[in-house]
């Protein structure tokens, strides 16, 4: 089963809309949204593990110029 999670990042002020349009083509993300309140882009990503997740958040999204933050919160089926 693959691990679905919701990220959640901070930004630069004024490069959120840049932040999304270069997360939305990584492989591994669903989809990509800008946001307003304590966060400006939610994210939600699909890996198949929670390793391949956290390679793909560190090496991959946390790349993007712009990004100050990340919080990772992956879904769990109770």
Do not use: F, W
Request: charged share 25%; glycine share 6%.
């Amino acid at each position: 089963m693959a691990v679905t999670a919701y990220l959640l990042i901070q930004t630069e002020v004024g490069k959120a809309a840049h932040v999304v349009e270069a997360i939305r083509d990584l492989d591994g993300v669903v989809s990509a949204d800008d946001v307003t309140g304590p966060y400006d882009v939610i994210v939600v990503t699909e890996a198949e593990n929670i390793d391949d997740l956290g390679k793909m958040v560190v090496s991959k999204i946390q790349a993007v110029d712009g990004i100050t933050r990340t919080l990772t919160c992956p879904v769990v089926r109770l």
